[in-house]
């Protein structure tokens, strides 16, 4: 395999230049395509993913440098996973190879969502995929476990690491202290323990220049595709965190103020984003067909997608260059740590999910029974036999639809 100086990784100092694989668009192409289809179970899943293929199977990355992505995403608004996928794009191939990673990561989840969405508007109902999505489920929660272990070591290598963890993980679950500001709070802990002094920088914000242009027609009840673009341009260029605060945005926007859409058909859009594989902020693909059909579901999912293109392409450079700077370097440690406790926190609240109910002597029933062994028999094929993930989704579907036929 060819190895090149990628495109973030030209440095002045040589003992700092790491070497990535010369990667094709073909192989980019077909990574992310796929990805794309499989990606269920929201943004820590998509990243958990992303490290199996990325990094334990190809080895186009160290895990320091995904670590290092997933932290930059952070600081950034717009949606994790899919920055996380530009970022590895424009690693291995620069600013062509991130459109390329984006756009493959995106497009395949916006065409079943826009195929769904279309169904639901003809019928009044959502296709029922209840059978393989519980199936998937427990498989998914195998891939974030997985990935978690894999990751940790290259996050926690002392005593102190520990110790923020377990600060962020209580922060996180026992104060409901938003993921986004643990990550960036360890950050800051970490420089100050390091006794580093973090050096003024310039913040690189995406702010559109015409948002408030056609402000007059986001307040009519009757939307147009230029309307959508607008408003969800705006969104993704303030959205922090998690793709799932994007449902509160709407809510309070489109159904509240706007009238756009009736909260009914929120709650079917949002069923829609989280039957469909790949980025949650496909959503407001679903939004925007709801209210002005396939026109209005393109020009919504540029608008939300297209910022966060615009900053990872800005940032991406400067991503390595930030381990060269003491005070840098420790913040980005920091922000490591908190990744880390949101990735656990999540394996815990997507197993409780995945499992379901008890009976009230406290014993699993059957449902519940097989989705454990699917999840632990899956995260055993993952870590023993280098199962790819791909292979475990589909069969966690099968398993789904046989399941469902025999309860």
Not at 223 to 249: K, N, Q, T
Not at 308 to 326: C, G, N, Y
Not at 394 to 405: D, H, P, S
Request: glycine residues 10%; proline residues 5%; charged residues 10%.
């Amino acid at each position: 395999m060819r190895y090149t100086l990628s495109a973030s990784q030209h440095q002045e100092t040589p003992n700092l230049t790491t070497l990535t694989p010369r990667v094709s668009y073909t192989e980019i192409i077909r990574l992310f395509l796929r990805m794309s289809v499989i990606s269920f179970g929201g943004p820590m899943a998509h990243i958990a993913m992303g490290e199996d293929e990325i990094v334990t199977r190809r080895g186009w990355l160290t895990r320091e440098h995904y670590l290092d992505l997933i932290a930059a995403t952070n600081l950034i608004p717009g949606p994790n996973s899919t920055e996380v996928m530009i970022h590895v794009g424009y690693v291995l191939r620069g600013i062509p190879g991130a459109i390329v990673s984006g756009l493959c990561f995106i497009t395949p989840a916006f065409l079943i969502t826009l195929v769904l969405t279309a169904l639901y508007v003809a019928g009044g109902t959502i296709p029922a995929l209840a059978d393989a999505l519980w199936g998937i489920q427990p498989v998914i929660v195998a891939i974030i476990a997985v990935a978690a272990y894999r990751l940790a070591p290259s996050a926690l290598k002392r005593p102190l690491d520990w110790a923020l963890l377990a600060l962020s993980i209580a922060a996180i679950a026992v104060l409901d202290v938003p993921e986004v500001i643990v990550m960036l709070a360890t950050g800051v802990v970490c420089v100050f323990l390091n006794r580093g002094v973090l050096p003024g920088a310039a913040l690189i914000a995406f702010v559109p220049v015409l948002l408030q242009a056609g402000e007059t027609a986001l307040t009519t009840v009757k939307a147009g595709a230029l309307d959508l673009f607008w408003y969800f341009l705006r969104i993704g260029s303030v959205l922090f965190g998690s793709g799932y605060i994007l449902v509160s945005y709407i809510e309070q926007d489109l159904v509240n103020t706007f009238g756009w859409i009736t909260a009914r058909q929120l709650f079917d859009a949002v069923a829609i984003g989280q039957f469909t594989p790949g980025p949650v902020l496909t959503t407001a693909g679903a939004v925007g067909y709801i209210v002005d059909g396939v026109p209005g579901a393109i020009l919504a999912t540029v608008g939300v997608f297209l910022p966060a293109f615009v900053l990872v392409i800005l940032t991406a450079p400067l991503i390595l260059r930030m381990r060269q700077i003491p005070a840098l370097r420790a913040f980005l440690s920091g922000v490591n740590i908190g990744v880390i406790a949101a990735i656990m926190l999540t394996v815990v609240r997507l197993a409780i999910a995945a499992i379901g109910s008890v009976d009230g002597g406290g014993a699993l029933d059957l449902s519940s029974g097989m989705a454990l062994a699917i999840g632990v028999a899956a995260a055993v094929a993952l870590v023993r036999f280098r199962i790819n993930a791909t292979w475990l989704i589909l069969i966690g579907a099968a398993l789904g639809w046989a399941v469902g036929a025999m309860l």
